[in-house]
């Protein structure tokens, strides 16, 4: 089967580019013919996604980038519109997940979930905005989580964030509408990245550290429905990149100001 082609001459900033779905979104949009700048805090992280490209790698540049410093998503973003000439697509991948009992949750680990994952999408979307005005079909794709609308136990800070930031998607879509630019976001539940494996090289994109004592009996309702093959309960990043690029691209055309749950059916 013939790949889709969606991002002929489209230009994509792409945060948390370094790893996970981050990166399997930067590798999915360039097999569609993008031109990306991928953005992340370890430059480790991103010389991998630059060998993974392989024969795309002419269409990829790379930033170092700290979504939760405004210094840095300034810099990093200018530096991204001015390698690509603008900008027509979004991807706020970047973020870390901390687990860890609610009594036991620090002020300081708390902010600093919120910095990250919500606060680091607000900075990078109202840098990117100006670039986006002049974009062609501008799209901006966000990335909540299952945990915005359903109980995942030990992960207060993590839902609190994801929740903020689907509500703040809702609020963007409505407010630039008139200027044609889109905001979705993506609902990632089981999902197999450097943030729930615990193979994330930076510190945005860190392992869960479920508590010695967690009850794993509270999970029975997030474990997906679909078969994975040899049994996995985590799917492949790929499945989230896909949705990414349908989001990301002129098909997606009449969808703003929602959520795609791509969980495997785990809260069906």
Do not use: W
């Not at 082609?5 to 999915?28: E, F, K, M, P």
């Amino acid at each position: 089967m013939a790949t889709l082609q969606r991002y002929l001459d489209r230009r994509v900033l792409i945060t948390g580019g370094g790893s996970g779905i981050g990166q399997a979104s930067v590798l999915r949009i360039l097999d569609e013919g993008g031109r990306v700048v991928a953005a992340d805090i370890s430059e480790a992280g991103l010389a991998d996604t630059v060998a993974k490209a392989g024969k795309h790698a002419d269409r990829l540049s790379t930033v170092v980038m700290d979504v939760a410093s405004e210094p840095s998503v300034q810099q990093g973003v200018a530096a991204a519109v001015g390698v690509l000439g603008g900008l027509d697509t979004l991807v706020n991948v970047a973020g870390i997940l901390r687990s860890a009992h609610f009594l036991d949750t620090t002020l300081a680990e708390f902010e600093h979930v919120l910095r990250v994952n919500l606060i680091g999408t607000f900075l990078v979307t109202r840098e990117a905005l100006p670039a986006l005005r002049r974009g062609k079909d501008p799209a901006v794709v966000n990335f909540s989580s299952t945990s915005a609308a359903f109980g995942h136990p030990y992960m207060s800070a993590y839902a609190a964030s994801k929740g903020g930031v689907q509500a703040m998607t809702h609020a963007l879509a409505l407010e630039f509408a008139k200027e044609g630019i889109r905001f979705n976001s993506v609902q990632p539940g089981s999902i197999s990245s450097g943030m729930t494996d615990g193979s994330g090289e930076s510190k945005q994109s860190v392992g869960p550290g479920l508590p010695a004592d967690a009850d794993y009996s509270l999970f029975g309702k997030i474990t997906p429905v679909l078969p994975l093959p040899d049994g996995a309960i985590f799917a492949d990043p790929g499945a989230v990149a896909a949705v990414v690029a349908m989001l990301g691209s002129p098909d997606a055309f009449f969808i703003t100001g929602t959520e795609v749950r791509v969980d495997g059916g785990s809260h069906l």
